[in-house]
């Protein structure tokens, strides 16, 4: 079956979301670069992303949810982490947190990155999923893909990828990713959001992030 290229509508969100619950792993648009998603609580699937991106399976993925408490299921929200949720979500923040016990890390060793989107398509489908484990739709090593039609020419095996909105937000630029799981916050990417807009003094620079 050839991978389709959804509207982003209800009937699109709608037709994504039962590829999800298949065992597809889709394109959709998010308010920071287009993405690649699977069910969060399915590995297989999970799996299937790292290889259609041609990356090691070693390298975590983001678990993407629709609200703080669905982020509760898969991550231990310490009063930082739930602040920081509270002033920059829905948004381009990804939080590296330990993880629950027993629940999906998505490649983290006892940590997962969590975040909510602002952006309207991904919030819909995060609606009727649940909770995703994403990364940028791209091959591993080259630029994020710029939409739909450019992840399906790319990315050989998708289930099928949800289109933008015409003049939607969001742009090539990643989400910042700050890690919380150590006892100093560490600030593994400054992207969306630098170091002084978070405002935590405490922040020391990473050496890069391995969650693209």
Not at 136 to 147: D, I, M
Not at 178 to 200: F, H, K, N, T
């Amino acid at each position: 079956m050839s991978a389709m290229l959804w509207a982003p509508d209800p009937s699109g969100v709608a037709a994504a979301a039962r590829a999800l619950a298949s065992g597809g792993v889709i394109g959709f648009p998010t308010d920071t670069v287009y993405g690649l998603a699977a069910a969060a609580g399915d590995p297989a699937a999970v799996a299937a992303v790292s290889r259609i991106k041609g990356r090691p399976g070693s390298q975590p993925l983001i678990l993407m949810a629709r609200s703080i408490d669905q982020v509760a299921d898969y991550a231990i929200l310490e009063p930082l982490a739930v602040e920081l949720a509270q002033r920059f979500w829905p948004g381009a923040l990804t939080l590296i947190l330990r993880s629950v016990p027993g629940a999906p890390t998505l490649g983290g060793e006892g940590t997962v990155g969590v975040r909510v989107p602002a952006h309207q398509v991904a919030l819909a489908l995060l609606a009727l999923s649940g909770p995703l484990a994403t990364t940028s739709a791209n091959r591993h090593g080259r630029p994020p893909a710029a939409g739909a039609v450019s992840a399906l020419a790319e990315l050989a095996g998708l289930a099928g990828a949800l289109a933008d909105h015409p003049g939607a937000g969001g742009g090539p630029q990643p989400s910042s990713i700050l890690d919380l799981s150590q006892e100093v916050p560490v600030l593994l990417r400054a992207g969306r959001l630098s170091a002084r807009e978070l405002g935590i003094p405490l922040i020391r620079d990473g050496s890069g992030s391995r969650r693209d």
